[in-house]
């Protein structure tokens, strides 16, 4: 299971991430987690993002243990093989994606608990007609919203 004792969890590289000024995320990696969030429905999608510096190169998708609407778990074999190939790509361990797919695109009582700090969240929502990506910090039971960059 993925939580924040998981081995391994400084991943590639050890880079911490610097939010000052937002995270840059490709809108083909956007569009890469939207799609998977859509096939994954009604059930939450779930991955990993890993890149440099303040910017995503790479999404990771895994698959949610769980198969809920609600919650997601990622098997901590396959997230030490994704961390394994995100060394192998000289990226760093940026973050978690997952899906709410009748919820708003807030972190839930589970996201903030289970949270690494140095870490981003993004969430999509499914719940209105259009979803939604939303970017977090969380760090202690502190949610800040991280401003996402869409470049070419």
């Known amino acids: 299971m993925l939580n924040r004792h998981s081995p391994n969890i400084k991943g590639a590289a050890g880079d911490k991430f610097p939010f000052s000024h937002g995270i840059r995320l490709p809108r083909k990696l956007y569009g890469q987690m939207l799609g998977h969030g859509e096939k994954e429905l009604p059930y939450e999608a779930c991955g990993l993002l890993s890149g440099s510096k303040e910017s995503i190169k790479t999404v990771w998708k895994a698959i949610n243990n769980q198969r809920k609407r609600n919650s997601f778990e990622i098997n901590e074999a396959q997230f030490t093989s994704i961390l394994y190939d995100m060394v192998k790509k ?15 695109p807030i972190p839930s009582n589970d996201d903030i608990r289970h949270a690494f700090p140095d870490k981003v969240y993004f969430i999509i929502s499914y719940a209105k007609k ?23």
Do not use: Q
Not at 90 to 104: D, L, N
Not at 147 to 152: F, H
């Open 130 to 152: 259009k979803p939604t990506i939303k970017c977090y910090k969380i760090n202690k039971g502190k949610v800040l919203p991280i401003r996402i960059i869409l470049t070419d």
């Open 90 to 104: 000289k990226e760093c361990f940026m973050g978690i994606y997952h899906s709410h797919p009748t919820a708003p």
